[in-house]
């Protein structure tokens, strides 16, 4: 394994974002853990810690810049540098387009695209200047096709993927990465207001992979040596035959 890096994790209060804290802090990293739910962070690192790991949180909204820049500058300035950002934040109130749920069309685009953009603008001149760093985002199997009330969704992780690529072409000593879960175990989707979307998305939960394989797929692209760099990783479950995500 690298040596210990110093590593942000937004969305970091449960399913992906918590499991992978988990899973590097065990592989000796240190794990700084951003999200609105401090209790729930709270909880993370004081088991983190007592596990013999290294981890500090703070309160983050991933949409608001300078809270983004505040978590990165916490991390650098007490640890004197940041290694690898892992934007992991996102939102997924689905619905049909005729619904026009507009609130959660912007909600998606606020957390899913700009949420990405805050974090890349927050350390990105810390690991230029650092000469190294890793920045990591969430897309996602809908970054690669799109279903039906999933489109503003699927839109949002479009985006992301791009995003990602168009900097990955500009890097020649940060690396990037774009994870793509399939269906995953978590809370993603818990704020879905339309009752049929939600039994949808509900039964696409019965072939969901578990949040370790996504962070255990986090962990080998941090942990490759420092010229490697993973570009993408789809994961789904082999359960996933026939279904597009």
């Keep these: 394994m690298n040596s210990s890096k110093v590593i942000l994790i937004t969305g970091a209060s449960s399913g992906i974002g918590e499991a992978t804290a988990r899973t590097l802090a065990a592989a000796g990293h240190t794990v700084i853990l951003g999200a609105r739910r401090t209790d729930r ?32 500058n916490f991390a650098h300035k007490k640890f004197g540098r940041v290694d690898v950002i892992f934007n992991n934040a996102g939102v997924m109130p689905v619905s049909p387009m005729n619904a026009l749920k507009v609130d959660e069309w912007n909600a998606i685009v606020d957390v899913n695209i700009k949420g990405v953009l805050n974090g890349i603008a927050a350390v990105l001149p810390i690991m230029e200047a650092q000469g190294s760093g890793h920045i990591l ?11 039906g009330q999933f489109g503003v969704y699927c839109a949002s992780k479009y985006a992301v993927r791009a995003i990602m690529e168009g900097l990955r072409q500009e890097m020649t000593q940060i690396r990037v990465t774009t994870i793509s879960p399939g269906v995953t175990t978590s809370e993603l989707g818990h704020d879905i207001s339309v009752d049929d979307t939600k039994a949808a998305v509900d039964q ?14 986090v962990r080998y692209a941090i942990d490759q040596p420092a010229d490697v760099d993973v570009n993408e990783m789809i994961i789904r479950t082999v359960r996933s035959a026939g279904h597009a995500f």
């Design 41 to 72: 962070l709270e909880k993370i690192a004081a088991e983190i810690r007592a596990a013999g790991g290294a981890a500090e949180f703070r309160a983050l909204d991933v949409v608001n810049r300078a809270d983004v820049a505040a978590f990165a």
């Design 137 to 147: 985002s969430t897309a996602s199997t809908g970054a690669h096709a799109v279903g």
């Design 204 to 217: 696409l939960r019965s072939i969901a992979l578990e949040t370790n394989a996504i962070a255990n797929a």
